[in-house]
């Protein structure tokens, strides 16, 4: 099935600051040429001030105009969302949004009312029956919507639809083949306000694509490639898991969600 048609011709996307050192959050922040970066926090219970350093730090690199997020990966209870949020609120001169501080809708929409920092829902929307339920709730101002784990880019399109919310396209941590899943579904939805988490490449020793083809941001942006990107085969050798117990995991893997999708599509 074709991809749905584009309705823009370029995306613009955050870098992606995982929990290192500040110097180095600097840098890759610098060098990432974005001007929106998601930092991840949370790493542990006590690491507010390891995790405002590493804002304070990205902050300084991307200057007073860059947009600043932070994943907090559902680590905190409401109480300590709430403190930690208007710390680094601080620390980063304004956030732009906290993503999934708490695990649950009750929890989300409780830090809501109490911060003055917008709250996007990542894990609520992808493990919910019914996405609608996040905006119901009043859990979050945003939906993070990532098309792997939703069933595909049209099925990932009607869930953007349904959460009634302004939407956030992000990859998973994959090559540039899921990578381009997620930037046409970016590319296609009506209304796209906020910079995409598609620099998910950054993360990553190699790409299973040529370099010509790679859809890395440039200037903070990727082009919506006029294809699908194919595979190298060269590439998919030298990338070959070693371990043949890992291969023979995600094929049987594979195998299980084709029956299911079969099963579904065909009761």
Not at 48 to 55: F, G, I, T
Not at 156 to 183: H, Q, R
Request: some cysteine; charged content about 25%.
């Amino acid at each position: 099935m074709p991809w749905p048609a584009p309705v823009r011709d370029r995306i613009p996307v955050n870098c992606i600051i995982p929990t290192v050192e500040p110097d180095e959050a600097r840098r890759l922040a610098v060098e990432s040429s974005c001007r929106t970066a998601k930092i991840k926090v949370a790493s542990h219970l006590d690491s507010l001030a390891e995790d405002m350093s590493r804002v304070e730090a990205v902050r300084d690199g991307l200057g007073p105009g860059g947009a600043i997020r932070v994943d907090a990966n559902c680590l905190w209870d409401v109480d300590t969302a709430v403190r930690n949020i208007k710390q680094l609120d601080i620390a980063a001169g304004g956030l732009e949004y906290v993503e999934q501080p708490c695990e649950t809708l009750e929890e989300l929409a409780a830090v809501r009312r109490r911060v003055d920092v917008r709250i996007a829902a990542d894990e609520s929307i992808r493990r919910a029956e019914d996405p609608l339920k996040v905006a119901v709730a009043g859990a979050a101002d945003l939906a993070i919507i990532k098309p792997a784990p939703l069933g595909g880019i049209r099925r990932a399109l009607e869930v953007a639809e349904a959460a009634k919310l302004p939407c956030v396209v992000t990859s998973t941590i994959g090559t540039s083949l899921d990578v381009a899943a997620s930037v046409a579904l970016a590319a296609a939805l009506p209304e796209l306000e906020f910079a995409c988490g598609l620099d998910t490449l950054s993360l990553l020793n190699g790409d299973v694509v040529t370099d010509t083809a790679a859809l890395r941001p440039t200037d903070g942006f990727i082009t919506v490639p006029s294809s699908k990107p194919a595979p190298s085969s060269e590439l998919l050798d030298r990338f070959l898991p070693a371990d043949q117990g890992r291969t023979d995991w995600w094929l049987n893997r594979l195998d299980r969600v084709l029956t299911d999708l079969n099963r579904r599509r065909h009761p």
